[in-house]
């Protein structure tokens, strides 16, 4: 029976040390993910840009030749490719309001993290840890703030959506179709800005990764 006992913490730092490798493939994967949806991300507003910007254009140019035909065909393409930015806006202000609650929790977890350490004397690991929560606290702000401006942009995005389709552009004629499109240009504006988001969140994405890489090795060697 004694040497059984004697085995047991043998055993257990033999199963951490094969534990560790699965570990660190499990996180590689989920970073590789993360990376490539926020890539594929990109990807799609930059497409989708790119299409909308093509039936704009299509729409100025048959309004400046006088082709109210040809007006409508482009107006009711805008539309529907705004209605399928809104879509997709309030698809991320979904997932940026679940950013807010997950870095939320990650504060919640760093406090714990804190009171642990210093019920266990360990106050290297305590200074470590406050330092973390300090990060995730400014994180959780600039989520917080990324939320409220894609409330905002989305809200705008949807009073654009139903004036222009309110406005029937066979019947009102080509100066009614002029006199809106100031609001097409603005729409583009809020595609834009939604683009330079994502790419700012990827790059975000990618350090967030490097630090929780850092921390995770520290955390294993204060163990």
Excluded: W
């Amino acid at each position: 029976m004694k040497h059984l006992l004697s085995l047991i913490p043998f055993l257990l730092l033999l199963a951490h040390l094969y534990a560790q490798p699965v570990r660190n493939t499990v996180e590689r994967g989920q970073d590789r993910n993360q990376i490539a949806r926020d890539q594929a991300t990109i990807d799609r507003d930059r497409a989708e840009l790119t299409q909308f910007l093509g039936y704009q254009q299509g729409l100025k140019s048959a309004v400046a030749g006088g082709d109210i035909s040809q007006a409508h065909v482009q107006k009711m393409k805008l539309t529907a490719a705004m209605q399928n930015e809104i879509a997709q806006s309030e698809a991320k202000v979904a997932g940026a309001t679940h950013e807010v609650h997950q870095s939320g929790a990650e504060v919640r977890s760093d406090t714990r993290e804190v009171h642990r350490d210093k019920a266990s004397g360990r106050p290297v690991a305590a200074a470590g840890d406050r330092a973390d929560r300090r990060d995730d606290i400014v994180d959780k702000a600039d989520d917080r703030n990324d939320l409220a401006e894609r409330l905002t942009r989305l809200a705008r995005q949807k009073e654009i959506l139903a004036t222009l389709q309110a406005l029937n552009a066979q019947t009102a004629g080509l100066e009614a179709l002029r006199a809106k499109m100031n609001l097409i240009d603005e729409f583009e504006r809020t595609m834009r800005r939604d683009m330079g988001e994502n790419v700012e969140e990827a790059a975000e994405n990618r350090g967030e990764i490097r630090e929780d890489r850092r921390e995770t090795r520290e955390d294993r060697n204060h163990r």
